[in-house]
């Protein structure tokens, strides 16, 4: 009598695939991607996408949703982009000699990804610690009793001058709204959840960053650097 397969097994295998992988990557920006982009971005033809993301679908590492002529894909939850990051924490953990680590981080895509890019849609990389680092210094956001982080009265005024409706989920409970990721590339926490998300959303709406066409790294503009109360600018300067 043969055993199941274990369900570790068949996920693991959906992302072992370099293909499947790079559509996950590619999908820890937290936006919906249609599957001609995504076969364009992995360099394979338009059937071939269809065969791996209908197993992304069936194996639950992927959602989709259909509006008018397209169906949009994006990772089915922040449960599997976390197991996404800390899997890239892993792998970029296993270096092969601290030169060749050194030769990794020197590379500009490496080093744009670093400095600042998004994770599921929340700010991830030095400028996402930093991020972090200075909510909690300057007393906006307190960590609470029962797990998570609420934004503090004094830092809902401050918030809501900064970024304009990108505080306007702080009322919410606290929780799941606001927590800890830890970062692959720093190894400390930055932000994550809706909340988190709604500053992102909103830092680009008020053109502090930009997106990086292909790539989860988001690019620092003037208005970011002279607008953003923590150290951005000399953290910037040495990104």
């Known amino acids: 009598m043969s055993l199941a397969e274990p369900r570790l097994a068949r996920v693991a295998a959906a992302i072992a695939d370099p293909t499947r992988a790079r559509v996950l990557a590619r999908l820890l920006d937290g936006r919906l991607h249609t599957a001609g982009e995504l076969a364009a971005h992995a360099g394979v033809t338009a059937p071939t996408m269809s065969a791996h993301l209908k197993l992304l679908l069936d194996e639950g590492l992927a959602r989709v949703r259909p509006q008018g002529r397209h169906r949009y894909y994006g990772l089915a939850d922040g449960d599997v982009a976390h197991a996404l990051e800390a899997l890239l924490r892993v792998a970029e953990g296993r270096a092969v000699s601290p ?134 600018s000399s953290a910037a300067a040495n990104g």
């Open 99 to 232: 030169a060749a680590d050194l030769r990794r981080w020197q590379r500009p895509q490496m080093q744009a990804l670093r400095h600042a890019r998004s994770c599921y849609g929340h700010l991830a990389g030095e400028l996402g610690v930093q991020w972090r680092q200075g909510l909690l210094a300057r007393g906006w956001v307190q960590a609470q009793p029962q797990g998570g982080y609420a934004v503090t009265p004094a830092g809902q005024v401050v918030l809501d001058a900064l970024l304009p409706g990108g505080a306007a989920s702080a009322t919410t409970p606290a929780g799941r709204c606001l927590y800890d990721c830890v970062d692959w590339s720093e190894r400390r926490d930055h932000f994550a959840g809706p909340l988190a998300v709604a500053w992102l959303e909103a830092m680009l709406a008020q053109g502090w960053l930009r997106r990086t066409a292909g790539s989860r790294a988001l690019q620092v503009l003037p208005p970011g650097l002279a607008a953003w109360p923590m150290t951005l």
